[in-house]
């Protein structure tokens, strides 16, 4: 049997660019195999959140797949989508052929943790069995389950043991699964552990493409009855391929580094930002140091280095390497780069705002207003030239507060939001080994980091210890004992739990930022703002 894995990157809610991009590919492989699978709820896109609720987006949904259904031939169809059935809504596997619907299958488990929400708004599958379909002129039964339904060790229900256990012949899985670090791996452990098990070839095929802050990696694949891998998607892009299950041999799965895999997802999830919205051209404050560094590089990449604008913005603090480092850096990547000195418009508003200053010490409120100066400058040049603003502040920053509203948190997209600041250096240094050229000025890469606010000013963390511990901090919240016990100090503990604590009503404003982790600030992480627990 010949199966065509359609991993494409569908728009929420763009009906007719999705259709248009599902229907091309039946056109074009329905002779060329007998089965074509798409991934989950393609044809409306995921996560489509609350407009599920509308019955407009429903109806919607429901035309478009007649749209489709009536260009379908002889090969059999697998597509994502939705569907409603009185006043049940369902996330729903359709199998149209001949121009007709021939059967649907549900989705059984609904997950509700991190950024999932799926029990607001679909209603579980009641039943699970095989469908029977027609291949080769012989009779084959297909076991249809859908993404989370793969995932059942911890529910009740086992979808795919009950698939097997009622006749199915093949496993295939359509997914929106999103990615974080080295995700492929756990996929590839539970399905070649299923396939063993159950003694079947398991079909998986995945979302690709970047939907707000989630990036979907694709690598759809295909297991062997042995639980050998015997294809598998490229990571990161959109592509339909064709497996014959009869003549496929086994492959050995190659592993790319973590930053590597950071740097691919998150140029995608940049790209699919602008593309999906409308946009091409990007600004950004160049600093000189490696936050910013990083973020042009991957901006670049993704839109390319004509449509990127670094604007320094040197105050009388700003070092002259700092400058030099933000055109060095601009210069090897090719893009647009302007100086626009803050000192006058600095020293302006501080004469100006003397009645509130009243001559006190300079402090905080002197140095966020340069921060805050900058921002309007970056605003007024997005504006200007039809172009969305790129935040550059990293996790580590973010989690602990160290960012300014409205100066350094102003952007439409924060790329690099959740990378500590060990992931930043060490993505960094990937791109000039990778490139085997210095495209990051080294001297960005090796100078105390430093927000240049004020005189001799330097970051006041030492984030070889500080990042790996705030990642724990947000990812492992009921567990902050054990972090005693692997040699954290208790006052460092404290202090950093307190400053995540009370950042949360900065982080709410914050620019969306893409998520690479397995516990992101953004839609899987939801802490009051007034929160006066103390573990």
Known sequence: MKVALAQINPTVGAFSSNSRKITEIIEKYSAKCDLIIFPEMCLTGYPPQDLLLDASFIKKASDTLDAIRVTTQTTPVILGTIRQEEDKLYNTAMVICNGEVV????????????????????????????????????????????????????????????????????????????????????????????????????????????????????????????????????????????????????????????????????????????????????????????????????????????????????????????????KQLAENLGIDFKIIPIKKINEQMLNDLSPILNGSPSGLAEENLQARIRGNILMAAANKKGALLLNTGNKTETALGYCTMYGDMAGALAVISDLNKSQVYAVSKWINEDAAREVIPNSSISKPPSAELKLDQVDPFDYDVVSPLVDRIISEPYNLNILENDGYSTALISELVQKVRISEYKRRQAAPGIRVSQKAFGTGRRYPIVNKFNA
């Open 103 to 326: 059967s649907f299958r549900d989705k059984t488990h609904l997950p509700t943790y991190d950024v999932f929400d799926e029990n607001r708004y679909f209603v579980s599958a009641d039943s699970r069995n095989p469908l029977e379909l027609t291949i080769q002129g012989k009779p084959i039964k297909l076991g249809i389950e859908i993404c989370e339904d793969l995932w059942d060790d911890d529910y009740k229900t086992k979808v795919s043991r009950e698939l097997i256990h009622e006749g199915a012949d093949i496993l295939i899985n359509i997914s929106a699964s999103p990615f974080h670090l080295n995700r492929l791996d756990e996929r590839l452990d539970i399905i070649r552990d299923k396939s063993k098990e159950l003694k079947c070839y398991f079909i998986y095929c995945n979302l690709v493409g970047a939907q707000d802050e989630l990036v979907f990696d694709g690598q759809s694949c295909v297991v062997s009855p042995a639980g050998k891998l015997v294809a598998l998607s490229p990571a990161f892009k959109e592509i339909t391929q064709i497996i014959d299950l009869e003549y496929c041999n086994p492959i050995s799965q190659s592993k790319s580094s973590e930053e590597k895999q950071i740097f691919h997802a998150l140029s995608l999830g940049v790209q699919d930002y602008f593309m999906k919205t409308g946009y091409n051209k990007a600004v950004l404050g160049l600093s000189g140091g490696i936050d910013s560094a990083l973020t042009a590089i991957i901006a670049s990449d993704a839109l390319g280095a004509e449509n990127i604008l670094g604007i320094s913005m040197p105050s009388i603090y700003s070092s002259d390497h700092s400058i030099e480092d933000a």
